[in-house]
């Protein structure tokens, strides 16, 4: 990780169990917005899914690498095709990271696309959408776990 990598930090007030399910469970945050679809599962290490957006403009396949219980969740973008820029893998490698931690009462979310750097030509369009799933969705997605 490094000071470019692209981050976002959110409170909740749901226990970190309740957030880190809600992370694993990739449906439920991460669609609704662009017409997305799934295949495939991100329940335990070595799970595979992929993502579509867009009407093809987004596709990636993810491999969780990493998964802590109730502390940290990392999947590796194991594929990628982003028809919106001249180098369509530019995520192929990069890793997607939460850390979840209990600070001061409430549930401390660090979410870093490690890798996704200002220097990516998809750094304009893809942080505000990280932004928009990780500060709207998956926090009101936490919210409405028990």
Request: glycine share 6%; charged share 20%.
């Amino acid at each position: 990780m490094n000071a470019q990598d692209f981050t976002n930090t959110i409170w909740v007030e749901q226990t970190p169990s309740a957030a880190y399910n809600t992370i694993l469970n990739v449906r439920e945050w991460w669609s609704g917005l662009h017409g997305e679809s799934f295949e495939g599962t991100s329940e335990r290490p070595g799970d595979e899914f992929s993502f579509h957006a867009g009407g093809g403009v987004h596709y990636t396949k993810q491999k969780l690498v990493e998964a802590v219980p109730d502390q940290k969740v990392v999947w590796l973008v194991t594929e990628a095709n982003l028809t919106f820029v001249d180098k369509t893998d530019e995520w192929k490698g990069t890793r997607i990271s939460f850390e979840i931690s209990r600070e001061a009462g409430k549930t401390k979310i660090v979410f870093t696309h490690i890798g996704l750097v200002p220097a990516f030509e998809c750094y304009n369009a893809c942080a505000p959408t990280w932004e928009q799933y990780v500060q709207e969705r998956l926090t009101a997605a936490i919210a409405k776990a028990n």
